[in-house]
Antibody, heavy 120, light 107 residues
Framework: QITLKESGPTLVKATQTLTLTCTFS??????????VGWIRQPPGKALEWLAL???????RYSPSLKSRLTIIKDTSKNQVALIMINMDPVDTATYYC????????????WGQGALVTVSS | SYELTQPPSVSVSPGQTATITCSGG??????VSWYQQKAGQTPVLVIY???KRPSGIPERFSASTSGDTATLTISGAQPMDEADYYC??????????FGGGTELTVL
């Protein structure tokens, strides 16, 4: 059974740095052909892809947010962290982590999501 | 930057066919996935690699891509299919891009 779960602060202040952790089970980076990504969704708005790290540690970032994002994996702990600097109230959203699988690189398993509110 | 365009809303009566479109440049050359998100819930993958259904997704869900347009079709839509639907495209250049979402109403 594949599960993912996001953890981190629910409230951050503007200009602060957000660090979220995705802890997963049921698959491993060691088996290859997978990635773990982050997607966010502001209240009432659409999904937005943020970043992804592949099994081989290759990393991809959304062009619009690349300067503010860092994604890191810890294969031994089955964890992926997302670091976003210089938070702003417009970054208030539910942040999801999800597994991407190589057949079409679809997001086939998702975490429950973590709501992060940015106060001014 | 690459963009995907979806209609904001689609409405059908129960039992009718619902069609949701997704437009983007050279979309037929990218992998397209579709996600269903019911109110207050996490997105669920319903279509991947343009036309494939994950296990557990009903056969009434189908999709196709031609040119710049991908289409999700729900044949015989049911009230339980009411949700927001998002298309998503991938290739090695654009990475992952989501459409703006379509709210499907079945009533």
């Amino acid at each position: 059974q594949i599960t993912l779960k996001e953890s981190g602060p629910t409230l951050v202040k503007a200009t602060q740095t957000l660090t979220l952790t995705c802890t997963f089970s049921g698959f491993s980076f060691n088996t290859g052909e997978v990635g773990v990504g982050w997607i966010r969704q502001p209240p009432g708005k659409a999904l937005e892809w943020l970043a992804l790290v592949y099994w081989d540690d290759d990393k991809r970032y959304s062009p619009s947010l690349k300067s503010r994002l860092t994604i890191i994996k810890d294969t031994s702990k089955n964890q992926v962290a997302l670091i976003m600097i210089n938070m702003d109230p417009v970054d208030t959203a539910t942040y999801y982590c999800a597994r991407a699988y190589s057949s079409g690189w679809r997001f086939d398993y998702w975490g429950q999501g973590a709501l992060v509110t940015v106060s001014s | 930057s690459y963009e995907l365009t979806q209609p904001p809303s689609v409405s059908v009566s129960p039992g009718q066919t619902a069609t949701i479109t997704c437009s983007g440049g050279e979309l037929e050359n990218k992998y397209v996935s579709w996600y269903q998100q019911k109110a207050g819930q996490t997105p669920v993958l319903v279509i991947y690699q343009d036309t494939k259904r994950p296990s557990g997704i009903p056969e009434r869900f189908s999709a196709s891509t031609s040119g710049d347009t991908a289409t999700l079709t729900i044949s015989g839509a049911q009230p339980m299919d009411e949700a927001d639907y998002y298309c998503q495209a991938w290739d090695s250049t654009i990475a992952w891009v989501f459409g703006g979402g379509t709210e499907l109403t079945v009533l």
